[in-house]
């Protein structure tokens, strides 16, 4: 058991898997982000899985028409930007239910893509692989050549910071800019007084409805992004239902953070880690156990969402307005 718990350790710590954990929690940073936008303003949204699944498709039918990455995350953002229109006409004016609402985007989605895959690529609802200008390629930062030989720096610049491509550096450089936008600007201001008092706001003469309606356009670039970072960036193409719940672990890494950026990014590392430790430890045999199956695994990630849901994230308190249409009163 020793030697086990040994080569676990020494895989938790080795940079390939530190490298792997940060790739793996690109996409859940960009969902939870999107989240935070959209449920700091008061609206809820699970409908992140359905917009991260279709900006998927659209980016990898796109990039793989067109041969341009660039064009591929212009659709991606687009399609995304759309859903999250209609979530927010749902939400919003029509002052529908969101929990249904973003229900229906997943159910949506998830069909849509497998459909139209289908019936243009046939391939079993896959798009065609992708080629190389297709994709977003690594990018290698200033003086990685020049520290690549000095000892422990080198390494950690070479393997863990430079080599990634630009959406993963954007989803990290988006956690100061989102809470720069949140608690330093006019706007981040009054998204936050939406979620919490819309009546207030609207007191004040500020359009409740159009607030809401710029931070579901802010959900839906971010989550544009998250699909595009998994079909033409960590991946060469478009696999059916390829979000594999990255959304609803997203959501339960923005309560886990109590909807605050940084926090949401130490936990969406966390669920990166995990994940990049399932997969460097499928295989490997347990001491009187035996091989685990791959199964155990690939579940961890969704065992860790419970348990740390179920009682180790103490109170947390959403926006109190939050999944409540607002109703302008009449004088």
């Given at each position: 058991?020793?030697?086990?718990?040994?080569?676990?350790?020494?895989i938790?710590?080795?940079l390939s898997?530190?490298?792997?954990a940060v790739r793996?929690?690109?996409?859940?940073?960009l969902?939870?982000?999107a989240?935070l936008?959209s449920?700091?303003?008061?609206?809820?949204?699970i409908g992140?899985e359905?917009k991260?699944?279709?900006a998927?498709?659209?980016?990898?039918?796109a990039a793989?028409?067109t041969?341009?990455?660039?064009?591929?995350l212009a659709?991606?953002?687009?399609?995304s930007i759309a859903?999250?229109?209609?979530h927010?006409?749902a939400?919003?004016t029509?002052?529908?239910?969101?929990?249904v609402?973003g229900?229906?985007?997943?159910f949506?989605?998830?069909?849509l893509t497998?459909l139209?895959?289908?019936?243009w690529?046939h391939?079993g609802?896959r798009?065609p692989q992708?080629?190389?200008?297709?994709?977003?390629?690594?990018?290698?930062?200033?003086g990685?050549?020049?520290?690549k030989?000095?000892p422990?720096?080198?390494d950690?610049?070479?393997?863990?910071?430079?080599?990634?491509?630009?959406?993963?550096?954007?989803?990290?450089?988006?956690?100061?800019f989102?809470?720069?936008?949140l608690?330093?600007t006019?706007?981040?201001?009054?998204l936050r007084?939406?979620?919490?008092?819309?009546?207030?706001?609207?007191?004040?003469?500020?359009?409740?409805a159009?607030?809401?309606?710029?931070a579901?356009?802010?959900?839906?670039?971010?989550?544009?992004l998250a699909g595009?970072?998994?079909s033409i960036?960590?991946s060469?193409?478009?696999n059916?239902d390829?979000?594999?719940g990255?959304?609803f672990?997203?959501?339960?890494?923005l309560i886990?953070?109590?909807?605050?950026p940084?926090?949401?990014m130490?936990a969406c590392?966390?669920f990166?880690?995990?994940d990049a430790v399932?997969?460097r430890?499928?295989?490997?045999?347990?001491p009187g156990?035996?091989?685990?199956?791959v199964?155990?695994?690939?579940?961890l990630p969704?065992?860790?969402?419970?348990i740390?849901l179920?009682?180790f994230?103490?109170?947390?308190?959403p926006p109190?307005?939050?999944?409540?249409a607002?109703?302008?009163?009449r004088?």
């Amino acid at each position: 058991m020793l030697d086990f718990l040994s080569a676990i350790f020494a895989i938790i710590f080795n940079l390939s898997t530190l490298d792997a954990a940060v790739r793996l929690s690109t996409p859940l940073l960009l969902a939870a982000l999107a989240g935070l936008f959209s449920e700091r303003s008061g609206i809820f949204d699970i409908g992140l899985e359905g917009k991260m699944l279709a900006a998927a498709f659209a980016a990898g039918a796109a990039a793989g028409v067109t041969g341009s990455a660039w064009l591929g995350l212009a659709a991606g953002v687009v399609i995304s930007i759309a859903l999250a229109l209609v979530h927010g006409f749902a939400s919003i004016t029509a002052r529908g239910n969101q929990i249904v609402s973003g229900v229906a985007i997943n159910f949506f989605a998830a069909g849509l893509t497998v459909l139209l895959g289908q019936a243009w690529f046939h391939q079993g609802g896959r798009t065609p692989q992708l080629g190389p200008g297709a994709r977003f390629g690594e990018v290698d930062l200033p003086g990685a050549d020049v520290l690549k030989d000095v000892p422990v720096i080198g390494d950690i610049y070479n393997h863990l910071v430079s080599g990634h491509n630009i959406l993963v550096y954007a989803a990290f450089l988006a956690v100061p800019f989102s809470w720069w936008v949140l608690y330093r600007t006019r706007f981040g201001l009054r998204l936050r007084a939406v979620g919490e008092n819309p009546a207030a706001v609207d007191t004040a003469g500020i359009s409740v409805a159009w607030l809401r309606y710029r931070a579901v356009i802010c959900t839906g670039i971010l989550c544009g992004l998250a699909g595009t970072y998994l079909s033409i960036a960590q991946s060469a193409g478009f696999n059916r239902d390829m979000t594999a719940g990255r959304g609803f672990i997203a959501l339960a890494a923005l309560i886990f953070a109590k909807w605050k950026p940084v926090p949401a990014m130490f936990a969406c590392l966390l669920f990166g880690m995990l994940d990049a430790v399932a997969i460097r430890l499928q295989g490997q045999a347990i001491p009187g156990v035996g091989v685990v199956p791959v199964q155990f695994f690939q579940a961890l990630p969704y065992i860790l969402t419970v348990i740390l849901l179920a009682g180790f994230i103490g109170k947390a308190i959403p926006p109190k307005a939050g999944g409540v249409a607002y109703v302008k009163e009449r004088t």
